[in-house]
């Protein structure tokens, strides 16, 4: 069954995903600093992650817990952005939003060495 506000079905629609999705990687990469900047420390992480004596689980884990600030920071930016599309101006629930969304990126900017310390301590 066709939905009717959906365009593409199959593969089409993957790839249309996977253009989109590119699309949004070069935008973040473009626009957001602190995307530039969780990129460059995932291309520190990830090699020192996999050279480390762990397990392949440790390492899957230590891998993972840096991948997730790229997810969270991604999503923060969505919701800045979307947050600033709809007005400028300074409200509370705007400022709720983007104070979330901060605070979810510092969790997981936490997670990093948590993780990493009970993977090559534990």
């Known amino acids: 069954m066709k939905i009717p506000h959906k365009g593409k079905t199959g593969f089409a629609r993957i790839w249309n995903a996977l253009l989109y999705s590119l699309d949004g990687l070069a935008a973040a990469f473009r626009h957001e600093e602190a ?3 969780e990129v460059l ?3 520190v ?8 004596p762990a397990t392949g689980a440790g390492k899957a884990l230590m ?3 840096v991948l ?6 991604l999503l923060n930016s969505s919701i800045e952005a979307v947050t600033d599309r709809v007005s400028l101006e300074d409200h509370v629930l705007a400022k ?3 104070d979330m969304g901060s ?3 510092m969790i997981s900017l936490i997670n ?10 534990g």
């Open 35 to 37: 995307f530039r900047q």
């Open 96 to 98: 709720r939003a983007k």
């Open 112 to 121: 990093v060495p948590v993780v990493w310390l009970l993977v090559l301590l």
């Open 45 to 52: 992480l990830i090699p020192i992650a996999i050279a480390t």
């Open 103 to 105: 605070a979810a990126v």
């Open 68 to 73: 997730l600030v790229l997810v969270v920071e």
């Open 63 to 65: 891998v993972a817990s």
């Open 41 to 43: 420390l995932a291309l």
